[in-house]
């Protein structure tokens, strides 16, 4: 028996002269989409990533005698991998995390540590809302997300899908930005608005209302996406090897939007649930560093050396962890942690910032001070890799100061 | 013919409801706008006799197979269609009966609580003949924003919080549902309150009562607190001092001692042992006054932070905001702002509010219409506007995650945005309209989530007439008439589906149209924006 479907039914004889559209309003390939531009990854390790455990100076006595029984150690079981030194302290990398070995020895990957946010906030709401604003404590309010306030004052057109986000998590570095688009399961979406659905819904959004203009977007956003699929492999998911975890599909999705080639500028990519380690920090910490190394290192692969040599991938986190260990293998809410800077025209193969030490003298309250804002390593990608010229409007308060991390 | 443009009616009836029908535009004609607003305000407290008779009736699928591990858990195969019974429950047994199926039970049974209440908020916001009641709750819900993801306690007394803290109080005291929801279980969970201790009193609450509940993150002036900062806002000394005022302020949750007994109920207690004496100034007033009032101090820091002047202020706007848009009109914001101080001890204090907005001054009939609807929004408002029925389902539990627009499911206390740009995406748009369009059928899985007879309806010389068929519903949906490009175009997909289904049983018939008409005309600006 014959069902009835979609399908079926344009195949009854709808061609795509099913509905006529409004004059002047069919959707054109817009100028963007096929620049090669630029990208700017943004991805958010929420919770508190612990960067001493991230990148270790495992050599350093007053970090096994705060972490007697989790910390990295420089041989034998649970020894990390070498990085080399920052003001004369060696680092480790933590051992689940060997294909970031792989990418730091290709110098692809560069590093900062004891990098942070300047605010004495230990709250996770408020100190992620900082960085999405690009603040510190006690600043101005900024009235964009940093990302959203690079895009729109850059210099040069704006393209129809300047930026894309996972637009669930609430992540608000990008809202502002006209023609956010959803990074998540994109590559599925031309299947859900067929051609003649979509004139129809155009035809009714011909008005300048704003929730019209953004109806036209997304049309022609689908018809740009299915007609650049046309020109790409069926299986889009030919290269990297990819683990079953949010970040590694999030990554994947990411992949695939940029083999689109879309015209995206910049995207935020939230690694949630994994960082926050108060407890049993031995397994948590490994899996989610091992999540990340596997996610990062197959994103690169995925997308292969033409798309590589445009995006550049900054990971960072809203604040360290406590210097001390506390009584459940875990560590509490703290201070500086470390930055991952990856991808094109980074200077890898290094670890940047300045090395505060981890005598109790040097400490913060006990946590690991911050020596660099954050905002210096986000200005300096903006600026030598966005094409931003006006960082002292993306970041008011800070002295743009680069530490050649990028170039 | 359609009418060519819009009436003082549907746009004002549009901005405080989930969407005007024929029915409540011919009711405010009949009544006036006055007495239809005040009999929406005297609502009698619960459900209205025909909602309450449609909640009885709902039954909610529920399907999972035998478990057995001896001598742990064991249960038996569940394939049966249940009422909502969780609606109906005290506190006391939904968090009894929590605490016993969990975690010896199907994960269906554990999520069970949590889907009777989504789909009790979108089938009162549907149905309800108290529809003001349904937007304000809608409201203040997202006020004091409350994520089921926290734990399992935050997300079973959620139906507590919704049924007996918000809906009593919506019209009520501020400073009354201040107590409430502070002492409520799922906010006492949700903030960190319930486990604070005297030695180091968790700020989380204290800190989100001011910044988000009432004076709001525009009087936030920083760290420390002088002679000037009472009076215009709030600073971390405030928030550490109403921290400690709150210590002790917990839940009988099994975990400590108070009084003399360790229960699990899920009612609020004040636990002396947890509670730090050494509050001092807070917004200008001395707490120490309080010292030995056991909670005298927490209802103290309640008073002080209903009653500021920057409270009014952001309370007042945002709920403008909620109404007419991202700029409300500045005379209805001052109506607004001086009712809400002027009533501030009156038990009906939100009542004053809501006619100094609305019946004090001609704004809210007067356009144009800019405030983007969320998606739920446009659900129910389309259920509403084509006579269709909400069925209990996990359906409302889980749809719109994607868009952010389930109940309860915004991450962080601030909740979502009330802004027209944070809806306008592509993700929202192309969820929405997907949405929208799986209505026809209705179907999640094997079960059914929303029914509906468009063709029942259809006046009988417009089931064979596409343009008829077009007017029509344009008419039910929008209210008058779309521009003619537009109604040309849903002229021309009306009748090709109409011929090609020309063979197809009635029902067929109706859920295609449903579908791919009725589901479009729902994408125009004109049903977008309210």
Sequence with gaps: MMTLSRRNLIALGAGSALVPCAPGLRVAMGATPGTKNNVLVFLYLRGGMDGLQMVAPADDGNYRDNRPTIAVRTDGLNAGYPVGALDGTPFFLHPQAGRLKLLFDQKSLAIVHAVGVPTDSRSHFEAQALVDKGMASNEPEMGLGWLARHITIRPGPLGDFAATTDVSTGSSALVGVPGLIPTTGLEYLPNTLLPERAALITALNASSAASAVSARTTVKLLDTIREKSKALPPDLNGNGSYSYNALSQNMKSLAHVLKFDLGVEAAIVDNTGVWDTHENILQYFSNAARELSTALYAFTQDVGPEVMSRVTIVAMTEFGRRVEENSNGGTDHGAASTMLVLGAGVNGGKIYGQWPGLAAKNLNGGDLAVTTDYRQVLAEVLAKRMGQPAIDQIFPTIKYAPLGVAR | ?530
């Excluded at chain 2, 000394?237 to 109920?265: M, P, V, Y």
């Excluded at chain 2, 343009?467 to 029509?472: A, G």
Aim: proline share 5%.
């Design chain 2, 1 to 530: 013919m359609l009418p060519l443009q819009t009436t003082p009616e549907r746009i004002a009836l549009n901005r405080i409801t989930f969407g005007a029908r024929d029915f409540d535009i011919a009711n405010v004609k009949r009544m006036g706008w006055s007495a239809w607003v005040r009999e929406q305000l005297d609502a009698p407290r619960g459900d209205d006799p025909a909602l309450a008779a449609y909640l009885a009736a709902q039954r909610m699928h529920i399907e999972y197979p035998a478990y057995e591990n001896k001598p742990y858990y064991s249960w038996p195969a569940v394939n049966e269609d249940r009422p909502l019974n969780y609606l109906t429950m005290s506190s006391a047994q939904i968090w009894a009966k929590t605490l016993q199926i969990s975690p010896a039970a199907d994960y269906r049974e554990m999520a069970r609580a949590y889907n009777e209440l989504c789909s009790g908020v979108v089938i009162r916001a549907t149905h309800s003949r108290y529809q003001l009641r349904e937007f304000m709750a809608d409201f203040w819900l997202n006020h004091f924003s409350i994520s089921s993801a926290k734990d399992e306690q935050t997300k079973n007394a959620l139906i507590v919080f919704d049924r007996d803290v918000i809906r009593p109080n919506v019209f009520g005291n501020f400073r009354l549902m201040l107590e409430v929801v502070t002492t409520s279980a799922s906010m006492l969970k949700y903030l960190d309150n319930a486990d604070s201790e005297a030695n180091q009193p968790n700020e989380n609450y204290a800190r989100e009562l001011m910044e988000l509940h009432t004076l709001g993150r525009g009087a936030y002036l920083g760290k420390v607190s002088n002679a000037d900062t009472a009076a215009k806002g709030f600073t971390d000394e405030d928030i550490i001092q109403a921290s400690r005022a709150f210590s002790g302020w917990t839940l009988q949750q099994g975990t400590h001692f108070i009084n003399g007994k360790n229960e699990n109920t899920g009612v609020f207690a004040y636990n002396p042992n947890q509670h730090n004496y050494n509050a001092g100034f807070c917004l200008g007033f001395d707490l120490s006054f309080f010292k030995y009032a056991e909670v005298a101090q927490g209802l103290k820091v309640l008073d002080l932070v209903a009653t500021h002047p920057a409270t009014a202020q952001f309370v007042c706007t945002k709920l403008c905001r909620r109404i007419f848009g991202d700029a409300p009109p500045p005379a209805v914001i001052a109506r607004a702002v001086a009712a809400f101080s002027a009533k501030a001890d009156q038990p009906d204090q939100m009542k004053h509010v809501l006619n100094a907005i609305l019946l004090d001054g001609p704004e809210i009939s007067q356009g144009p219409a800019v405030k983007v609807r969320r998606p739920l929004e446009r659900i129910v408002a389309l259920a509403r506007a084509t006579d269709a029925k909400i069925l209990a389902n996990e359906y409302w539990a889980t749809a719109l995650r994607n868009v952010s627009d389930v109940p309860f499911s915004w991450p962080t206390p601030d909740g979502r945005p009330d802004t027209n740009e944070f809806w306008l995406n592509t993700a929202t748009n192309l969820e929405t309209w997907n949405q929208m369009q799986y209505l026809g059928a209705g179907l999640y899985g094997t079960t059914v989530y929303f029914t509906h007879d468009i063709l029942a309806q259809t006046p009988p010389e417009a089931i064979k007439s596409p343009s008829l068929f077009v007017e029509y519903w344009v008419g039910s949906i929008i209210g008058y008439a779309l521009s003619s490009e537009a109604m040309y175009a849903l002229t021309k997909t009306t009748e090709y589906y109409m011929s090609a289904l020309a063979s197809y049983p009635a029902k067929t018939i109706g859920e295609r149209l449903y579908s791919e008409v009725i589901a479009v005309i729902a994408t125009a600006p004109e049903f977008v924006n309210r």
